[in-house]
């Protein structure tokens, strides 16, 4: 399964920002240059677009299913 994290809270920057993390199916982070990973991520925000993109998002690219980031790390509420 390879996935796809984004949200709008890139660490560098201090200002609402497109973020992507991609990854394999071993769950190994893949490199994605910079203009890669903000066309990807902002697919995913333009597909959405009603979501609270404040909270990481995860997209599954072989189901289709996005889910919140922080609730399935355990996080958030």
Not at 35 to 44: D, L, N, Y
Not at 57 to 73: E, G, Q, V, W
């Amino acid at each position: 399964m390879a996935t796809i994290s984004t949200s709008l809270k890139d660490p560098r920057q201090s200002w609402p920002h497109p973020h992507l993390i991609a990854k394999d199916a071993a769950g190994q982070t893949i490199d994605l240059n910079r203009t890669t990973a903000r066309v990807a991520a902002r697919w995913i925000l333009r597909v959405w677009p009603a979501l609270d993109w404040n909270r990481p998002r995860t997209f599954d690219l072989a189901t289709a299913a996005l889910t919140r980031s922080d609730l399935a790390a355990g996080r958030g509420r």
